[in-house]
């Protein structure tokens, strides 16, 4: 599976940004979509999930802000943003498992400025 990401920008607080994620290869094994993030001299850490039943998870910090979706054949996962904070500033990356391994995208800039 190949992951393409793209959607980041500048943008100013209380925002928003629409990123998505164009998955190829063999999507119909993908069981669980996500996107992390990475703020500048933090760890990557987990924003949302989406499993192939539709159940999704979110972070803390982002909780009724964003929302992830994907369209029926798996084939690119979005995360719409709302009301972005500063702190939302960092590297978003996809991701997605297959059972058997994961993978990841390149990762597209988020900037949210004050």
């Known amino acids: 599976v190949q992951l393409q990401a793209s959607g980041g920008g500048l943008v100013q607080a209380g925002g928003s940004l629409r990123l998505s994620c164009a998955a190829s290869?063999?999507?119909?094994?993908?069981?669980?979509l996500a996107w992390f993030r990475q703020a500048p001299g933090k760890q990557r850490e987990l924003v949302a999930v989406?499993?192939?039943?539709?159940?999704?998870h979110y972070a803390d910090p982002v909780k009724g802000r964003f929302t992830i979706s994907s369209d029926n054949a798996k084939s690119t996962v979005y995360l719409q943003m709302i009301s972005l904070k500063p702190e939302d500033t960092g590297v978003y990356y996809c991701?997605?498992?297959?059972?058997?391994?994961?993978?990841w995208g390149q990762g597209t800039q988020v900037t949210v400025s004050s």
């Open positions: 991701n997605c498992n297959t059972n058997a391994r994961d993978y």
């Open positions: 989406l499993t192939s039943d539709g159940s999704t």
């Open positions: 290869g063999t999507t119909s094994k993908i069981v669980v």
